[in-house]
């Protein structure tokens, strides 16, 4: 049996303000999953959550990570577009087994596969993210699509027919939906070799007969985020690139900035973006970022911190001790967003001291996360 794709196709959202990095991408997830829920056909599916509990189930809420380079050159460090999205916790595999909803992501797709693929998606109602390779690869959420024939007059009066493909997306910073044409595009992100048409989409399902509880899944992204704290290195098997992780990342990160202000002493110049514009670039969306995931680290783990403390299964008992080191943990995270939020986003001497105390912070966050860790099973 052979189906045929509308030509056009949209869904019906209102507009948000769509951030950058893997914080964006499950912002852009959680609306993608709020929109299916929505079908008629999908009213049995598990209703997403708040947008907090995606980032700490993802491990987005945890992660960090930053290029290699050498400290005492910083020509050596390059911005690196990808290192935004790298995870090793498995973002959209641990919201597939902790929702039940199927995610798919695909790294590289041949053109007519992207369009059939997103073609099937939106006209089910769908929303599909892609990254945007004329933007930084900041993510896109794509919400309607049409495919028009146009006649042109070719040569000895013979009419010519083409196709113009056009999309309607919101890009991340945008406050409104914009329609651009993609009729002579080959790849969504032709810079990037390691991606070709990257897309990630989500499927409603049905509840389960059995699920696993969700405190087990919460703890055992909660021991990765203590993990991925003390790992020096992490491998991104997508991308093929070894990256500073956790607190390594930070300490490579404040490197750098040393290094930088070393080129140049004169305070006059202390200004961000006269040493260095598209590192400029790199380093605000980084700690834009890095702030918002601390800071929904801080909200959410108060909230877990009580559910697991009233769940009979982990403490028969009340344990004080658990709940106390949970929520020194949340302050430490939310400060670690308070300290980034500081800095004025010009100034380098600035900037350091803010992410100094901002790692600072991290350090204390993690340590009292691995205390109150000490008090679940460990054989789960």
């Known amino acids: 049996m052979s189906t045929t794709l509308p030509v056009k196709a949209s869904v019906e ?19 993608a999953m709020q929109f299916a829920a929505k ?4 009213k049995n599916c598990v209703t997403p959550a708040e947008l907090d509990e995606l980032l700490l189930v993802s491990g987005a809420a945890f992660r960090n990570y930053m290029p290699e380079f050498a400290a005492g050159d910083p020509q050596e460090f ?32 041949n ?3 992207f369009w059939k693929l997103l073609q099937f998606e939106i006209a089910s109602g769908r929303p599909v993210v892609t990254l945007d390779g004329e933007n930084s690869l900041r993510p896109m959420l794509v919400i309607g699509y049409a495919i028009e024939k146009i006649a042109k007059a070719g040569d000895e009066g013979k009419t010519k027919i083409r196709l113009r493909k056009s999309l309607d997306v919101l890009r991340a910073g945008a406050h409104a939906v914009e329609t651009i044409d993609m009729s002579d595009v080959e790849s969504f992100q032709p810079d990037t070799p390691e991606l070709k048409n990257w897309m990630l989409i989500a499927r409603p399902s049905v509840q389960p007969e059995y699920a696993p509880n969700p405190q087990y899944l919460r703890m055992r992204v ?26 390594r990342a930070f300490e490579a990160f404040l490197a750098h900035l040393d290094a930088l202000a070393a080129v ?9 973006d006269s040493r260095d514009p ?44 658990f709940q106390a080191a949970m929520l020194a943990s949340a302050d430490a995270f939310a400060e670690v967003s308070r300290a980034l939020d500081a800095w004025d986003g010009r100034d380098i001497a600035h900037l350091r001291d803010a992410y100094q105390s901002a ?16 008090y679940l099973p460990g054989d789960l």
């Open 78 to 109: 390059h911005p690196d577009h990808l290192v935004k999205y790298v995870c090793n916790w498995g973002a959209f595999e641990s919201l597939s087994y902790y929702y039940g909803w199927d995610f798919k992501e695909f790294l590289t797709l």
């Open 222 to 247: 909660l021991r990765w985020a203590v993990s991925h704290a003390k790992n020096r290195r992490e491998l991104s098997h997508e991308f093929g690139r070894q990256y500073a992780s956790g607190h």
């Open 13 to 31: 959202v209102m507009p948000f303000v769509l951030h950058d990095g893997l914080f964006g991408l499950v912002q852009s997830v959680s609306h």
């Open 111 to 113: 053109l007519s596969d």
């Open 278 to 321: 598209d590192w400029a670039q790199f380093a605000r969306a980084h700690a834009e970022e890095l702030s918002r995931a601390r800071a929904a680290a801080g909200r959410r783990l108060r909230i877990w911190a009580q559910e697991f403390a009233e769940d009979a299964e982990f403490f028969p008992e009340p344990e004080p001790a």
């Open 39 to 42: 079908d008629s056909a999908a």
């Open 264 to 272: 140049a002493p004169d305070p006059k110049e202390g200004a961000l």
């Open 359 to 374: 790692f600072d912070a991290e350090v204390i966050a993690t340590t009292a996360l691995a205390r109150a860790l000490s």
